[in-house]
């Protein structure tokens, strides 16, 4: 049986569920499919949200931004004021940066639960195979085969959108352009509870990092990202994740315990150069709205799930074009989407030696590496490429 639903979302993550939120609260007929049987599990996420006021910070031409970051206090674990970078060799550089650590399944179950009570339609262990030109959705579930048929689809289904690939080559990810992640959440760590670290290194995580995340109460997310284009070796991503526990951070997780693993792929090529066609929009991790210099897609996760929600009532009203999605989110933070990419292209010309990654790091200093973690350029992009590659020269 066909189902006829105004809207149909793909992905019940923070993206998703702020589209159908905001549409369900007009009427619209919303129907929200996600192929895990429960919300927000398993976590796939440093759980990481930077406050509001880091966010004005970091997207200072965004007006919705700050307010979508807002996390109330019941969804809070643990508090962070500041980030310590970690160099190859073991140098710290270390700033001031305020950000919430959140029980990520339960502040997504809470934004689900915001949008069925908005009215909106969950299928859960419900997984989208086929999208037909006409928006026809085949569905596959434990029980049975079901199609949705919807006036719009909106793609928040990840890197791997079956939405986006539904649509053509131009809006697939490249897979150079995919970090693979490996998280380890451990309890009995000796950690400092208000700095979150990234550690940098070819052996640690080769062209991503590594993190520590303290979630508070002895507990702490240990992980890393990299990109299999810039690694020199093919082992295994877990074969990395335990050198980094066991070995690098020996000493403050000893007699630390995993409580649980999980994986993810981050898209670290910056957004896609169309996320919007006649019928579809692209939101989140799908349309490539992650900050590419440090991984981050939360804040632009929300912000890009309003716009898309706020364009798809105009355009279900008034008939406002689709392409406003783009317009808007482009807007407000597409110029620092651009700048995080920029800025990870120019650490990929130093990140494949730790050598020059530890100089870099060391002459850069503080007052150069925060910006960057900040998607921002502390140098013009031309001038910052040729003077890690002249760097570069004098080693090799």
């Known amino acids: 049986m066909t189902q006829p639903y ?73 508090k962070t004021h500041s980030i310590r970078l970690v160099s190859p060799n073991g140098s710290p550089y270390e700033f001031p940066f305020e950000a919430n650590i959140v029980n990520r399944a339960k502040y997504d179950q809470h934004l689900a639960n915001l949008a069925r009570d908005a009215g909106a339609e969950l299928q859960l262990g419900s997984t989208v195979t086929e999208r037909s030109l006409n928006n026809e959705l085949s569905i596959k579930s434990k029980h049975e085969g079901d199609t949705v048929r919807a006036r719009l689809v909106v793609g928040a289904d990840g890197a791997h959108s079956i939405i986006a690939r539904s649509l053509g080559g131009h809006f697939i990810h490249s897979e150079n352009d995919l970090s693979p992640s490996l998280q380890y959440v451990m309890d009995g760590a000796d950690v400092d509870s208000s700095v979150v670290e990234m550690y940098f290194g070819g052996r640690i995580a080769p062209g991503g990092y590594a993190w520590v995340i303290p979630k508070g109460e002895d507990l702490v997310n240990v992980g890393f990202g990299m990109r299999r284009s810039i690694a020199k070796d093919d082992a295994p991503l877990r074969t990395y994740l335990d050198r980094f526990v066991f070995k690098t951070l020996a000493s403050s997780l000893k007699g630390a315990k995993i409580l649980s693993r999980v994986g993810a792929i981050i898209p670290v090529g910056g957004p896609l150069e169309k996320t919007w066609s006649k019928n579809v929009l692209l939101i989140g991790d799908a349309a490539g709205h992650v900050m590419a210099s440090n991984g981050g897609g939360i804040p632009t996760a929300l912000c890009g799930g309003m716009i898309a929600g706020d364009v798809i009532l105009g355009h279900l009203k008034e008939e406002t074009p689709l392409s406003e999605y783009e ?29 020059i990654t530890d100089i870099c790091m060391r002459l850069a200093g503080v007052r150069f590496l925060e910006p960057m973690i900040r998607c921002r350029l502390p140098l013009p992009v031309d001038l910052a490429s040729k003077t890690m590659v002249k760097i570069l020269n004098q080693f090799i």
Not at 38 to 60: A, D, H
Not at 336 to 345: F, G, K, M, W, Y
């Open 6 to 78: 105004d809207v149909a979302i793909v992905g019940a993550g923070p993206a998703g569920s702020t589209v159908a939120k905001v549409v369900s609260e007009q009427g619209f007929q919303t129907v929200v499919i996600d192929r895990r049987s429960t919300v927000g599990l398993p976590v796939q996420c440093g759980e990481l949200i930077p406050t509001s006021s880091e966010v004005r910070n970091l997207f200072p031409r965004s007006k919705r931004m700050p307010k979508v970051v807002h996390v109330q206090s019941e969804f809070i674990t643990n």
């Open 327 to 355: 317009e808007q989110w482009r807007a407000e933070f597409g110029l620092e989407l651009q700048t995080a990419l920029r800025v990870l292209r120019v650490a990929d010309t130093v990140m494949p030696s730790d050598a």
